[in-house]
């Protein structure tokens, strides 16, 4: 099947700096991808749509000016945590759909905020 | 898209059939039912999609009834490494390419030894 990468698959920050973490599809091409956020013991929580080309669509509650999203080409997205805090610790998973029905997730990026 | 219902855990003897159940009575008619399954720590991983006719690939077998009101996730040999959340997701589908994926709570089956 599709392979969708992301990186790094963990981080630890600083309280206050911001990181950047990558979503790939490694062997197709994605117009769309999803971003997606899951703490301890919860289910995913979708966090916003990512449009190649064009802005993000976040999800209701999701602050935007926050978690900054870009998907500069068909094979790549950028989530960008700004001024981190240990609220934001929290396991980040990236999706994308190919031409085929079923979505392809990447294997996540455990992000810590000390 | 319509909401599932899925009991939150199960067991199951290794090497026996692991049924995982899913209500879904508001699905609309041009809505699939869609299962993953997210093993500890990783992303999610695709299983199986159907509309309204059974179907069976080389990891499941989905049984939808024929109100599609509910369906079945049928592993026919589970194994230790099947021990996983399993997720049921309806959705309009399978060409729009922006569909969103909506998570609910999932069952967390446990294979036993």
């Known amino acids: 099947g599709a392979v969708v990468s992301q990186h790094p698959s963990w981080v630890i920050c600083k309280s206050g700096t911001s990181v950047k973490i990558e979503c790939r599809s490694l062997?197709?091409?994605?117009?769309?991808m999803f971003w997606y956020r899951q703490f301890p013991k919860q289910s995913l929580m979708l966090m916003a749509t990512?449009?190649?080309?064009?802005?993000?669509?976040?999800e209701q509650g999701v602050e935007k000016d926050k978690f900054l999203i870009n998907h500069a080409s068909l094979t790549l997205s950028t989530l960008t945590v700004t001024s981190a805090h240990p609220e934001d610790s929290s396991f980040y998973i990236c999706?994308?759909?190919?031409?085929?029905?079923?979505?392809?997730f990447g294997q996540g990026t455990r992000l810590t905020v000390v | 898209d319509a909401k599932t219902t899925q009991p939150p855990s199960m067991d199951c003897a290794e090497g026996r059939a692991a049924n995982l159940p899913c209500n879904h009575s508001?699905?609309?008619?041009?809505?699939?039912v869609y299962w993953y399954r997210q093993i500890h720590s990783q992303g999610p991983q695709y299983i199986i999609h159907?509309?309204?006719n059974n179907e069976t690939n080389e990891m499941a077998s989905l049984i939808i009834t024929e109100d599609r009101k509910s369906s079945t996730l049928i592993l026919p040999h589970a194994t230790l490494r099947d021990t996983a959340v399993y997720y049921c997701i309806v959705r309009v589908g399978p060409s729009g390419a922006t569909n969103k994926l909506i998570f609910g709570t999932g069952t967390l089956l446990a294979v036993q030894p």
């Open positions: 508001t699905i609309s008619g041009n809505e699939y």
């Open positions: 999706s994308a759909i190919e031409s085929v029905p079923q979505a392809f």
């Open positions: 990512s449009n190649e080309g064009s802005k993000a669509t976040y």
């Open positions: 062997d197709f091409q994605a117009t769309t």
């Open positions: 159907g509309l309204k």
